[in-house]
């Protein structure tokens, strides 16, 4: 059974910088792009980044360019969303999962709540 576990999120001020975690289990992730989705209240969940598997190649929404980087360890499989100068509109839960995205895979995503 495949488990995706995000874990990192809080609640920081504008300009702040956090890193989330995603543990996974019951997977080979080294066979899978993975990826960082969000949610905001009130909108669809959205891409938000991806790495592909050998981990050569990073594909970023335009709101997040430049400010978040997505990294990813196969051996410890885990896959990490280094977030900076983080704004207000990036409140939201926030889910790793494959990209792809697998129905299955969703976990219960971290809390992201950027407020002053």
């Not at 995603?22 to 905001?40: D, E, F, K, P, V």
Request: proline content about 3%; aromatic content about 10%.
């Amino acid at each position: 059974q495949v488990q995706l576990v995000e874990s990192g999120g809080a609640t920081v001020q504008p300009g702040a910088n956090l890193k989330l975690s995603c543990t996974a289990s019951g997977i080979i992730l080294r066979n899978y792009q993975m990826a960082w989705y969000r949610q905001a209240p009130g909108k669809q969940r959205e891409l938000v980044a991806r790495r592909s598997s050998g981990g050569l190649t990073t594909a970023y929404a335009d709101a997040v360019k430049g400010r978040f980087i997505i990294s990813r360890d196969n051996a410890k499989s885990t896959v990490t969303l280094q977030m900076s100068y983080l704004r207000p509109e990036d409140t939201a839960v926030y889910y790793c999962n494959t990209f792809p995205s697998q129905d299955e895979y969703w976990g219960q995503g971290t809390q992201v709540t950027v407020s002053s």
